[in-house]
């Protein structure tokens, strides 16, 4: 006899156990570090649980450094702790690289954790197309609570003020920047439950004979001998964003 569930399998509700038609609820509960703004496909995503080598460090300061932790985690047992370090302009940054994606709306979301010495961080993707590179960046900087982007001459322009965020132990709070690598603009920028319309702002371009790839990056940078010290964790980069 053909075993299998009533037609009406995917509509009915019981009184405790109910059906689950969502496959990105489903991959979350299963235990996917996409949980957040599940918008776009997945092209690439890291809980660090393997370690750092899918990412360039890049460290400037004295002492800086981008090293794993299990201090505070947001998933898993792992996520990474970044110390600027102090100096002139201390900063550290991962940076992973990949292969250009179809040309459209990416994004690269990724979550943050303020520990110490709070200054600026940076959320920035790097569009490479062999004879320029497109910098789309946006800065939260944390004494002057405001959002600011990175604007067609490379300088910080703000677009949100009043920017209060909580500091607190094993906090996460989470972003995700949108670009357009076709035309080369501004989406948008979301933290927590805010989202920042930023439609057809242009980005900052420079001469670069790099080959066609695409890098995104969270940067910390400190404030001469007080070093900025935040954990990251779930990065994730996605294309044909809405």
């Not at 703004?37 to 981008?66: C, H, I, P, Q």
Request: proline residues 4%; charged residues 20%.
């Amino acid at each position: 006899m053909p075993h299998g569930a009533p037609d009406d399998s995917n509509v009915r509700k019981e009184q405790s156990v109910y059906s689950l038609s969502d496959l990105a609820e489903l991959a979350a509960r299963l235990g996917s570090v996409l949980l957040y703004r599940r918008s776009g496909d997945v092209l690439f995503m890291d809980d660090f649980e393997n370690g750092l080598g899918a990412w360039y460090v890049g460290k400037s300061g004295t002492n800086s450094d981008a090293a794993l932790s299990n201090d505070y985690v947001l998933s898993g047992s792992i996520a990474v702790f970044l110390d600027s370090g102090t100096g002139a302009s201390p900063e550290v940054r991962i940076t992973h690289t990949m292969c250009p994606p179809v040309l459209g709306r990416v994004g690269f979301a990724i979550a943050f954790s303020p520990y110490t010495g709070l200054n600026t961080t940076l959320f920035e993707i790097m569009q490479y197309d062999g004879t320029k590179l497109t910098r789309y960046g946006v800065v939260y900087d944390w004494p002057g609570q405001e959002l600011r982007y990175r604007d067609v001459d490379g300088s910080e322009v703000a677009f949100a003020t009043d920017v209060q965020l909580r500091s607190a132990v094993g906090l996460y709070h989470q972003t995700k920047l949108v670009v357009n690598l076709s035309t080369k603009c501004y989406v948008e920028f979301i933290l927590n439950d805010t989202e920042y319309a930023l439609d057809n702002v242009e980005a900052w371009q420079q001469a670069s004979t790099t080959p066609s790839s695409m890098d995104v990056s969270v940067m910390v940078r400190g404030a001469l001998v007080v070093p900025h010290r935040c954990y990251v964790d779930n990065a994730v980069v996605t294309q044909n964003e809405p």
